[in-house]
Every structure is written in structure tokens, then in C-alpha cells.
């Protein structure tokens, strides 16, 4: 064991360990292997760039039907309007209908008659008829009898309806019935014994047993009492001519008095229950916008108050009818007592029609009315020239909508500024020129006034650089009816009509202004109710602007650039690296790539790699036609390259983008095309 | 730290080779060492000691152990040059240039647990408890042509990366001996039957690599075709989609380990020793000609992997998120970490539990000496190691003294496989019944092991029981 321990002393002092001294180890291996491997691969469209590209923002970029991608940029409200500063309106409105005369009433038809018998003949007149009586009953011939000579009255019944009026119109009619057996011819009259005069006479000749005769006279300005009598001037017969008749001494012939269509215009009457009137007339609406002829308008509220004025006696209402003012299609009508009391209406919801009058048709309300007048207990005193007087107050009023001449009115567009803030733009530098970019207006109207704009734009980029678009001056879109809603409308700037294409390529990364006016009925229509302006003042007049950008490109040398954070020792292990692009690329763009290493902190460039080419771009033919191209590109970084890599902390990814045939043609960016590609990476490592 | 772990293993390895007595076996400067009885562990004919009774006992019996490559760690591993002068650098290019097509490295270690021997007349009889493990680990020199020159220059081409073998067992040896003087001071032939208690294998029938490059770098195709037989006592686990997900060896019993008995092998050492002339004697033998079955607690994997690298196709994760087939990227990269695990991940359907042998090393011992007087001889050995496709030839040349009866010395000079610098040195003191004894091949290598190809050492403990009258007849012989 002694032995043995010896020989350990021996072999632990001897042993040259210094080789196996693994804590000396150097993180050094010489190794300088060198490996190619496949990073990732790709079958992917355009519009699957443009998605990943855009997760902010996935309307920012959108394609049309034939695949063609656009790069929408929208602006909505670049200009909204309060319509309710358009128009003013009134909130309230007071009309009087003036003084006017009630008129002649009407006392109604009176008929009175009377039976003049034999028996009253022969009390009346004696003579040959007196001589009948013997007959009474029996046959006998009645005799030839002639009264010519005094007046003989016959009382009638009296008139209950008046006691003395002024006949403003009607007419008597007297009619006679001849119920003897015998051929008469009467005269007479009908005689007024209060005002002692004849009212008419009359003569019936040769009337017929059973006969009937009339005759009618106007009472136009008849001054009339109600104490009135027949009064038989002559009466003739020729008699039977002795041939024996039957003798009846109550045969009668009867006499009637009637008086119909009568008007009174003054006198003491039993007023009957009638309507008196009808006035018709129209207030004049005053609108504060001087040179506004309404046609028509729609009311959210609104009241109506009407009171009346009363000279007469007469009780009763007045019917107002405002023909034109109407709740859901029914005229406005109110029953104003023609005692003073007001009576209101409410008008919530109700259309005016302002252009009822022909020879004013605009800015009135016509209207009607009829007096209603009731019966009277007893006589009253009426006179014609009694006056009323409506007074109507509109209050309250909340406009809905109006049609109208509104006049030529001018908008301003306020000058106003944005910022479009397109993270593309800002990316980018150098030269691009879009074949078919534009700016498209969009307008929302509800103003049913024709009217043309007139708006400018104008662009910036951050070099200061400046373009103006130039736009022509456009009608903007008009709905058809007031109840049609907004009429919504795209005004087009493209490169025809402006220099869109020289704003979009400046690119616009500043700011961009705007300002213009809107001008109302500038054109010569004519503007009538049949095709008036109309406003609803819930309406809305927007306008938002889309500039939509195709992405239908000629672009020679046109840079991007994007940094990102890298940390330089993640490389120290590298020697070189070679990244190796398989693509068949379907898209008309040449892509190269250089790297720059930067620190981002200070700015300090420390080298940058040798511009390579990553893509090349699919072909097109003069048809348009996109054939792909296959190619493999290297995209390379030598060992100072590496070196660089490893003393920086920012990558800065510098691309240039071309199209085809080194920029001279355009390119068209389908959403569909296709990039295929493989990424093979091939790198030296030196551990 | 790596150092000091260095030098305890290497203080822990003396310290248990010290407490050897028996059981050297590949040492060539021990077979013609005078007054050693281990020689006969390469000869079962070959007794250099007179010894009638050799007592090895548990815990003194000794220790084996060599490791052998066809490089040094110095051909790795160096110091460096300029500024890294002062440190040690890892030389990946040297290191490949010292390569061959195939390389080996193998450690052996045998622990002896018991001897004993009895000498009877013209008889030595012997029984011999041991306890050996070999590992054997061999590449191809391409595996490490890949790692220095990567896969670029070779796009368009199938790599093949070659086998890789790990060939490794432990197995209790219980081994009876019997040499007899067939023809006196002529010829003495000797006879060793050995059965074998396999503990651990594991085998690889095959372990091929391959990898395809793409002429234009599309792709990789990585190729791999092993058949692995192993026994151990672990449960083989599998995760809920049937693949291999581990080894557990929790449950294993250090008794049924150390006493399993269901791997049962076979060997039998041969030799023969012949006096050509009273100055020459001639030695052959053949050492260790057997194999073991191993038939408990065995797996075998049979799995044949290709996977095909083209990328991560980024086509679905490019677009709208919001679409029903994204996958987003990390997603992606994901699900095909998962294909490539699973792409070499084992499967259930992939395991068997068919027994399957290995074969032990065997060695072919051929050698002769000369005497040159009572106290010294020179001696010629050489000696074939074969295991499995592995196979070295030595060749020793050694000068055997004995000092009294109590000091043998023996120096040799060994070629061993490509290695042309190994000088041995064996001492044994015997102090009374007690000999101590130390036997190297390769005592430079231990001065600086950094560049050592092959390394050995053997320690013991003898107990020796009458020799003192052997050693006269011996002598006489």
C-alpha cells in the first residue's frame, strides 16, 4: 500500500496535466464549416402581402374587379353642413281676415193660401151667384157671372216668420186651383196692410175646371209685412151655358201665395238655423329670406289660434276652413264661436300649401269660412252691414321641410387642412408616376336646390413642394323629391379633368388644403311649384373625398427604406452569408436590396452591403399581358460585410423598385399575381 | 472545475488499482514478467510464478484498465499559438486530419472479485471471479469531415455521415482453469472455461447517417437507418401518441443488477507453452473465445428515419390573420419542430424484446523468450486483439529481470495498432506472502496524457503461498 502510494506521488508529480486543463479552454475552434440550408418558402399572392402588410388598416388597400389593387385613402366629412342654416323660418305668423259684412240672411220660404168657395163668392159678390145657393146640392145650370169693379179682400194667414223685412231677393209665386165646375178668369192682387200697398197683381184667365195656373214674380227690394190678404179684382164666368150642373156652393178655387229663395237684407225675423256666408280670402306668409316664395311646406309643430269679431245679433260659429293647410290630407277647419272665444288647432304634422292662389302662388294661405248662425228664440233686428272679423295667429312653428324659389344662395367651404399620413408615402422616395390615379368626391345632398361647387385642392410634400389639382367646377348630385333622402353622387378628378396625377406623384407625405363654395340656383331653370327647390331641414350636404390610387405604376428607382433593431453579436460566429433567392416572381417589379449597418443611436453608418437584386420583375407585353419571371438572385455578405454587421444594432433595409424594362413600363399590380419563391441560406461560420 | 474532476478521476482510478491483486489481461509487458502470477490470465498454460497457492481477494485483488484510440486528445485539443498560447484551443481540422476512415475508441475495466489457485504436481488449477466492462465507440472519419466543412460544399450530393457504433457491456466472469505438463520441461498446456453473466449490452447492429443537400440548396434530406440492441434493467416509456419518450430506471434493484443471471455466455481461454531449446521457449494462446446471449430485460430499435427539410412554407402566414387556414409563424415553426422530432422519435411498433449476442474480446497471444541468464530474459510478444469489427495488433518486446526472489522488473517496448512510442514498465515487490505489483505498456502516455493514443494500467495485490520451493523448479525448468 506504501508502495502504491508512492507510485500515485510519482505519477501526480510527473503528470503533465496541463493539456487537460479544461478551464483553459478557448471559446475558439478554427472550425470554418460552411452549411447551406433552406430557410422558407412561399407561394403567396399580392393581396396576401398587401393583408400583412396592412393589419391596421385592411381598407387602406383594396382591388377592383379585374384585380388591379387600389390604394383607397378616405376622408369622410372634408365638409359637412348645418341645412338649418340654409333657410330661416318664422316661428310665428298673425293674419286678420278684416272687417267684413255678414250679408242678407234668408227668412225661409213662406206659402199661405186661401179657399174662396161658392159660398164666399156669394157672400162677396151677390148677384147671380148669390142665386146659386137655391141649387146647393142639386142640378142645375150655373150662370154666366161677371165682378168687374171693386176690390174684394180675402184675409189670409198670417206670416209667423217675420214681422216686417227687406227682401233682398226671392220670388212670388201665385197659383191657382180652380175646383169649380165652371171655366173663371180672376184678377186680383196681393195687397200689404201694414204698409197699405199692393205687393203684386195678377191675372188668371180662363182656367179650366180643375185647372191650375201660376205666375211668379221677383220680390227683389220688396219691403213686406207679415199682415198681408188677396184682393179678387174681377172675376168672370161664362157659366155652364145652361147646361145643369151639380150645384155645390163649397166648390172652391184656391189661391196660394208662395214665397221662396228669400233673402232679407234687413228687417225683424225669426232668425232660422242657416249658414249666412262664405268668405274666402288668403293671409300672406312672411318668410325673413325676402326673396323665398314658398310652395309648400311640411310642419314638425305648430298651432293655429283663431278669435272672431261680432257686430250682430245673431249667435252662432263661423266655419273656418284653411283649404290649404292640411292634417293628413284633410283641410284644417275650426268652429269659432261668434261670440269672441278663441278656439286653437294644433298643426303638428300639418303641410301648408302656399301655392293654392293663381295669381300669387306663393307665400299664401287661402281661406274660407261660412257663418253659422242659430236659431232665434224670437224676432231679432238684422241688418245686412253687420260685420265680422276673423283674427288667426300660426304659432310655434317648427319647419320640416319647404318647397320654394329659394333664391340664389352661395355656400363657403371653409379653407381646411389634413394630413393623409400613408405610411407608404412616407417610406418612399423618387420617382413614381400613377397611370390612372383619382379623387373622387363624395357627395351626400339633401338641399333639393341645384347647385355647382366649386373646390380646389392642394397638395405638399415634405420638400415643400407644392401642386395644386386644378379641379373643374361640377353640379353636385340633387335628390329627386324632398322625401327621396340624400341624394348621393361621386365627382370624379382624374388625369382628363385635372393634375391628379402630378399631386399623387409628388407623393403628398405633407399637408394638404382645401377651400371652395357651393353656389345655389346659379343655372336659369325655371323654378316653379312643378319643380321648385325643396329643403328638409333633418337633411344632411357632406362631402367626403376618397382618393383612390390604382396600382397601375410606372416607377423607375424608387427607394423604400426601413430599419429595424438587430443586435450585432448575434453575427460575431459568422464569416459570411449568402442569402439565395428561387423566385418566379409574377409581379412587373424589380426589387434590389442593400444593407446598411447603423447604429441608431448615433447615426454612424459603418458600411453597407453591395446592392443586389432580389427579384426580378415579371414581363409584360404590349397587350398587357404578365409573364413571369423565373430567377435566382444572391444576395450576399462578405466577411467585412459580417464585420460591420457585428458592430452595429440597426439594420437598415434600403430598396430600390423598378418596374420592368428598367422603369420604362407601366406595371399593373393584380392582386392575384403570384410570387413564388425558396430562401435558401448559405453561411460560413468561424468558431 | 473540468480539471479538478480530471484529476479525481484519476486519483480514484490509481487509488482502486492499488488495491489489486489479480486479473490483468491485455497488459503486454505482463506475460513474460517474472514472478507474477497473472500471466496466466493470457496464457492459461503460462505460470511465471511458483507459487502452489494465489489467493486474490475481494477488494485487493486489483484493477484493469485501459483506454485505446486511433488519437490522442491532443490531436483535438491543444495549445494554441500567438495570443491563445497560454490557452488550449479546439483544433477541429487537426483533429480530422489525424483521423481514419473509421475510428475507434474503447475503454476496458475488469475488477476482480476473487482467485484462487492451486498448484498440484504438474497441475495448476484455478477459479477466478471478475467483473469486466468494455465500451467501444467508433465513428466514421466523414462525420467529422461534415462538421468542418458543413454541407455547402457537397450541394447536389447524398452525405453519407457513416456509422456510428456504441458497443458496450458488463458481464460477470466465473472462469475454471486447468494447466498440465503434458510432456515434462517440453510442454505445458493449459485450459480455461468461462461462463459468462451478462449484467448490461448495448449493441449497435447499425447507426448510419445521411444527409442529402439539394443541388441548389431546396432542400435537405436527412436519413437515418439504426438497428440498436441493448439490455438494462429499465421500463422503455412512450408518450400518449406512441412515441419513445424515455428510459426509467427508477425501479432498478442494485441486487437483481449485481446477481442477474438470465444473461448467461460462454468463453474458454486455450494456450500452450513450448521449451523449444533450454534458451527459447515459445507461448500461444488464445484468450477469451466466446459470447454472451443476452435474453432479459433486452429492447431492440429498428427505425429508419427520412426527413425532408424545404423551408417553413410561410404561404398561409401571409395574409389576412383573420382567414381560416393562417397559421401564424411561430405556429408554423412549431408544428414542424414537432415533424422533426417526431420524424426521428422512435414508436412503439419500432421496439422488440429479441434476445441477441455479443461477442466478448478475444485475444490471440503468439510470443517466445530468450534467457539470457538465471536473472534476465528477453521476451517477444505479439498479440491480435479482435472485437467485434475492431481489431489491433500489438507487438511487445520486453526485458524480464528478477532481483532476489523478491523484485521483478521488466521493461518493454510495445507497437501498439499505430502507436510506435509505448514504453512499458512492470514492478513487483513481494514483501513475505504479499506482492505488490504494477504493470504499464505506456508509461510516457501517463507523463503527458493529452497525447497518449493508448493508456493502460493494472494494480494488485498478490497473496502468495509457497513459492519459495516452485521458484527452484522453476528455475530448473
Known amino acids: 500500500m506504501f508502495f502504491c502510494f508512492l507510485l500515485l506521488l510519482f505519477f501526480v508529480n510527473s503528470c503533465k496535466l496541463d493539456d487537460l486543463d479544461f478551464s483553459k479552454l478557448s471559446d475558439k475552434m478554427g472550425l470554418n464549416s460552411e452549411f447551406v440550408a433552406p430557410v422558407a418558402k412561399a407561394n403567396i399572392t399580392v393581396w396576401d402581402l398587401v393583408q400583412s402588410a396592412n393589419k391596421k388598416n385592411y381598407d387602406l388597400v383594396t382591388k377592383d374587379a379585374n384585380g388591379l389593387l387600389k390604394i383607397v385613402y378616405k376622408k369622410d366629412g372634408l365638409f359637412k353642413y348645418n341645412v338649418r342654416e340654409f333657410l330661416k323660418f318664422p316661428v310665428k305668423q298673425s293674419f286678420s281676415s278684416g272687417d267684413k259684412v255678414l250679408g242678407e240672411i234668408s227668412p225661409g220660404d213662406i206659402s199661405i193660401s186661401r179657399n174662396i168657395t161658392l159660398n164666399d163668392l156669394a157672400n162677396s159678390l151677390g148677384g147671380a151667384i148669390a142665386g146659386l145657393v137655391a141649387f146647393d146640392g142639386k142640378k142645375a145650370p150655373f150662370p154666366a157671372i161677371t165682378h168687374n169693379g171693386s176690390n174684394v179682400g180675402y184675409s189670409l194667414s198670417g206670416i209667423d216668420d217675420f214681422t216686417s223685412i227687406t227682401v233682398s231677393k226671392g220670388s212670388l209665386e201665385t197659383v191657382i186651383e180652380n175646383k169649380l165646375k165652371v171655366k173663371v178668369t180672376i184678377s186680383g192682387s196681393l195687397y200689404d196692410l201694414q204698409y197699405n200697398r199692393k205687393i203684386t197683381d195678377f191675372t188668371f184667365a180662363d182656367i179650366a175646371p180643375n185647372g191650375t195656373a201660376i205666375k211668379s214674380v221677383n220680390m227683389g227690394g220688396v219691403q213686406l209685412s207679415n199682415k198681408i190678404e188677396f184682393r179678387m179684382l174681377t172675376f168672370e164666368t161664362s157659366g155652364s151655358a145652361f147646361s145643369p150642373i151639380d150645384v155645390n156652393m163649397k166648390d172652391y178655387f184656391k189661391m196660394s201665395f208662395n214665397m221662396k229663395d228669400m233673402g232679407m237684407s234687413q228687417g225683424n225675423v225669426m232668425v232660422k238655423s242657416q249658414s249666412l256666408t262664405n268668405v274666402g280670402g288668403a293671409f300672406g306668409f312672411v318668410f325673413p329670406e325676402a326673396d323665398l316664395k314658398a310652395f309648400n311646406a311640411a310642419l314638425k309643430k305648430g298651432s293655429l289660434t283663431i278669435k272672431t269679431k261680432n257686430t250682430s245679433k245673431l249667435t252662432g260659429t263661423i266655419d273656418l276652413t284653411l283649404t290649404e293647410i292640411k292634417k293628413n290630407g284633410t283641410p284644417v277647419k275650426a268652429s269659432i264661436p261668434l261670440n269672441g272665444n278663441s278656439t286653437t288647432i294644433d298643426l303638428t304634422g300639418a303641410d301648408i300649401n302656399f301655392a293654392a292662389d293663381p295669381n300669387v302662388p306663393y307665400n299664401r294661405i287661402p281661406y274660407a269660412y261660412s257663418v253659422q248662425v242659430n236659431n232665434t228664440s224670437g224676432y231679432i233686428d238684422y241688418s245686412a252691414a253687420d260685420l265680422i272679423c276673423l283674427d288667426v295667429t300660426l304659432d310655434n312653428l317648427e319647419f320640416k321641410s319647404i318647397l320654394g324659389d329659394f333664391g340664389k344662395r352661395v355656400i363657403q367651404i371653409d379653407p381646411g387642412v389634413f394630413d393623409m399620413n400613408v405610411d407608404m408615402f412616407n417610406k418612399i422616395d423618387g420617382g413614381f408616376i400613377l397611370s390612372n390615379p383619382e379623387l373622387k368626391l363624395i357627395i351626400q345632398n339633401s338641399i333639393g336646390v341645384p347647385a355647382s361647387v366649386s373646390l380646389d385642392f392642394m397638395a405638399t410634400n415634405k420638400a415643400g413642394q407644392a401642386v395644386s389639382l386644378n379641379p373643374p367646377i361640377f353640379d353636385i348630385p340633387v335628390p329627386s323629391s324632398v322625401n327621396a333622402g340624400a341624394a348621393i353622387g361621386n365627382i370624379i378628378f382624374n388625369k382628363e379633368n385635372s393634375r391628379i396625377v402630378d399631386l399623387v406623384a409628388l407623393p403628398p407625405t405633407g399637408k394638404i388644403s382645401y377651400k371652395g363654395q357651393v353656389d345655389f340656383n346659379q343655372t336659369k331653370h325655371t323654378i316653379s311649384p312643378q319643380n321648385p327647390n325643396f329643403l328638409d331641414l333633418d337633411a344632411t350636404f357632406d362631402i367626403g373625398m376618397a382618393l383612390e390610387l390604382p396600382l397601375e405604376l410606372q416607377v423607375k428607382n424608387l427607394t423604400f427604406k426601413d430599419t429595424t433593431g438587430i443586435s450585432g453579436n448575434d453575427f460575431d460566429k459568422l464569416e459570411s452569408a449568402e442569402l439565395i433567392v428561387n423566385a418566379l416572381n409574377g409581379i412587373p417589379l424589380d426589387v434590389d436590396m442593400q444593407l446598411s449597418f447603423v447604429d441608431t443611436i448615433s447615426k454612424k453608418q459603418y458600411g453597407a452591403s453591395k446592392i443586389s437584386k432580389v427579384f426580378k420583375a415579371a414581363q409584360v407585353n404590349n397587350s398587357g399581358v404578365i409573364t413571369p419571371s423565373q430567377s435566382v438572385q444572391t444576395f450576399g455578405l462578405d466577411k467585412n460585410d459580417i464585420e460591420n454587421l457585428g458592430k452595429a444594432n440597426g439594420l437598415v433595409f434600403n430598396g430600390t423598385v423598378s418596374s420592368s424594362a428598367s422603369g420604362e413600363t407601366v406595371a399593373k399590380i393584380l392582386s392575384d399575381s403570384r410570387l413564388e419563391m425558396k430562401v435558401v441560406i448559405k453561411s460560413k461560420v468561424n468558431l | ?477
Open chain 2, 1 to 477: 472545475m473540468k480539471n479538478i474532476f480530471l484529476k479525481l478521476l484519476l486519483f480514484s482510478l490509481i487509488f482502486i488499482a492499488g488495491l489489486a491483486t489479480v486479473s490483468a489481461q491485455e497488459s503486454s509487458t505482463l506475460q513474460f514478467m517474472k514472478g507474477v502470477p497473472q500471466s496466466d490470465l493470457q496464457n492459461p498454460a503460462l505460470h511465471n510464478d511458483s507459487s502452489l497457492v494465489v489467493v486474490g481477494l475481494p477488494g485487493l485483488s486489483g484493477l484493469y484498465y485501459d483506454f485505446n484510440s486511433g488519437f490522442a486528445i491532443n490531436d483535438l485539443i491543444h495549445k494554441g499559438t500567438g495570443a491563445l498560447s497560454d490557452s488550449l484551443v479546439l483544433d477541429i481540422n487537426g483533429f480530422h486530419n489525424s483521423l481514419k476512415t473509421t475510428n475507434t475508441l474503447e475503454q476496458h475495466l475488469t475488477i476482480p472479485l476473487f482467485y484462487l489457485g492451486i498448484r498440484n504436481k504438474k497441475s495448476f488449477y484455478s477459479f477466478g471471479v471478475s467483473d469486466k466492462a468494455v465500451a467501444q465507440f467508433s465513428f466514421s472519419k466523414s462525420f467529422v469531415t461534415f462538421l468542418k466543412d458543413g454541407n455547402a460544399p457537397y450541394m447536389g450530393e447524398n452525405f453519407d455521415l457513416g456509422n456510428i457504433g456504441v458497443n458496450a457491456f458488463h458481464y460477470r466472469e466465473f472462469a475454471l482453469g486447468y494447466s498440465n505438463e503434458l510432456i515434462k520441461d517440453k510442454l505445458t498446456v493449459g485450459l480455461k472455461a468461462k461462463i459468462l453473466y451478462g449484467k448490461f449490452a448495448m449493441q449497435t447492429e447499425r447507426l448510419n447517417l445521411n444527409v442529402e443537400t439539394a443541388a441548389d440548396g431546396s432542400y435537405l434530406n436527412l436519413k437515418s437507418d439504426m438497428k440498436i440492441n441493448f439490455s438494462a434493467p429499465i421500463t422503455v416509456e412512450y408518450d400518449s401518441d406512441g412515441y419513445f419518450s424515455g428510459m426509467n430506471g427508477d425501479n432498478v434493484n442494485k441486487n437483481d443488477y449485481y446477481f442477474e443471471r438470465g444473461n448467461m455466455g460462454i468463453a474458454i481461454d486455450l494456450g500452450a507453452v513450448y521449451k523449444l531449446t533450454p534458451k527459447i521457449t515459445l507461448t500461444g494462446s488464445i484468450v477469451d473465445l466466446g459470447k454472451i446471449s443476452f435474453k432479459n430485460n433486452v429492447h431492440n430499435l429498428s427505425h429508419v428515419s427520412t426527413y425532408k427539410w424545404d423551408g417553413i412554407d410561410f404561404s398561409k402566414s401571409v395574409g389576412d390573420t383573420a382567414a381560416a387556414d393562417y397559421v401564424s409563424p411561430s405556429d408554423l415553426v412549431d408544428d414542424e419542430m414537432e415533424k422533426f422530432k417526431n420524424s426521428f422519435k422512435p414508436q412503439k411498433n419500432e421496439f422488440n424484446s429479441d434476445a441477441f449476442g455479443m461477442s466478448i474480446p478475444m485475444k490471440i497471444y503468439l510470443g517466445g523468450t530468450y534467457k539470457i541468464n538465471d536473472k534476465l530474459d528477453i521476451g517477444l510478444l505479439d498479440r491480435l486483439y479482435k472485437n467485434g469489427d475492431f481489431s489491433q495488433n500489438t507487438v511487445a518486446l520486453s526485458a524480464n529481470a528478477m532481483f532476489g526472489n523478491f523484485f521483478s522488473l521488466t521493461g518493454s517496448y510495445s507497437m501498439i495498432g499505430g502507436s510506435y512510442d509505448n514504453l512499458g514498465l512492470g514492478i513487483a515487490i513481494r514483501m513475505g506472502f504479499a506482492q505488490l505489483y504494477l504493470v504499464n505498456d505506456n508509461v510516457l502516455a501517463l507523463a503527458d496524457l493529452a497525447k497518449a493514443e493508448f493508456v493502460n494500467f493494472r494494480f494488485g495485490v498478490n497473496f502468495l503461498f509457497g513459492r519459495k520451493q516452485k521458484v527452484k523448479k522453476v528455475e530448473e525448468l
